[in-house]
């Protein structure tokens, strides 16, 4: 299928992108809520059964070491996490355990993780599961589709459309993406979902925020609870919302003509460079190509003009609010 139809079977229909590089801890054991709730970014011990958020995991100078989301069930707390983080995550969790009754377990290669994106999203998993989790993002319900024992989850509009997280076990992925695909959800390829990624202004952790990246700099009132008590960072974060700003800023770039710039491409007004191109693509809803960009803040105003440069070339800009709009 090109990318122009699967792009338009998550705009209109519903489409699977395939999250089987993401990482899958488990936390066990009776402080697990007020473990995890002194360590992230947003309010964990608040959530119940059946409830999720997500969350990041900072320095002391309020840089994203890693952007989770949390899954709260019964007995313990799923924590999902980037490609290849599983690992990394579970160490910097473990480095804060004393004398909590806490066990931490690296359990990403017992489960598949596959989301259902498009407006039939939810109507195709309840179909297909005689469930569906509450809309609230990162609310979920253990179901069965067919004999297969699944998480179904609300997911946070990555693509800009209704998405439902399916966590299964590994072994029983191919019958379920099967299952799926006779409902008429068939795989979405990544020039779709790049696509879709980016008009939707989603930051992907690894390639437009990694650990130089300030927590206020992105878009993150999601990723945020301001009520909560101390976490590492907190006092960054606080005092940039306080006494002071973000030196850049997370925005779009609609771009004129038909090259798409590679990540890294300078943004400019002149001669003066005044950001960095993160990830960019052609829109297929746009039909132009559009990126996302550290911009500096005197500059970051959507409408503003600037231009990128790349490979040569320069290409003139306008600077776009997130999401794109369609």
């Known amino acids: ?28 054991g009776r402080d697990r809520a007020t473990f995890l709730h002194a360590l992230v970014s947003n ?84 179909r297909l599961t005689g469930a569906l989790p509450p809309e609230k993002p990162w609310s979920h319900v253990a179901a069965k589709l067919d004999e297969t024992p699944v ?25 379920v993406r099967e299952t799926l695909a006779g409902a008429g959800a068939r795989p979405i390829g990544r020039e779709a979902s790049e696509s879709l990624r980016i008009e939707a202004g989603t ?31 907190q006092e960054v974060v606080v005092r940039i919302r306080d006494r002071g700003h973000v030196n850049r800023m997370l925005r779009g770039l609609a771009l004129e003509g038909d090259q798409v710039p590679p990540q890294g491409a300078e943004v400019a007004i002149d001669d003066a460079a005044i950001g960095k191109v993160t990830s960019a693509t052609w829109s297929l809803g746009l039909s132009r190509p559009i990126a996302l960009a550290f911009v500096r803040r005197q500059h970051a105003e959507p409408g503003a003009r600037v231009s990128v440069r790349f490979a040569g070339t320069t290409v003139a800009a306008t600077v776009s609010a997130l999401p794109f709009a369609r």
């Open 151 to 175: 998480r179904l989850v609300s997911g946070g509009g990555e693509t800009g459309e209704a998405e439902v997280w399916i966590m299964c076990p590994l072994g029983e992925a191919a019958k």
């Open 203 to 233: 930051p992907l952790f690894g390639h437009d925020v990694d650990e130089s990246v300030l927590l206020p700099e992105i878009p993150f009132e999601n990723l945020l609870s301001h009520t909560k008590g101390c976490y590492p960072g």
């Open 43 to 126: 309010e964990i011990k608040a959530l119940g059964p059946g409830q999720g958020c997500a969350a990041t995991l900072l320095d002391v100078h309020g840089k994203v070491q890693v952007v989770l989301f949390v899954w709260v069930a019964d007995d313990r707390i799923f924590v999902v996490t980037p490609p290849a983080m599983a690992a990394k995550t579970a160490e910097a969790l473990d480095h804060y355990l004393f004398s909590e009754k806490v066990a931490i377990e690296d359990v990403s290669r017992e489960h598949a993780l596959v989301v259902l994106a498009g407006p039939a999203a939810r109507a195709t998993a309840e």
């Open 1 to 28: 299928m090109a990318a122009s139809d699967e792009y338009a079977r998550v705009r209109h229909q519903v489409g699977v992108l395939d999250r089987g590089d993401f990482g899958v801890l488990e936390l066990t």
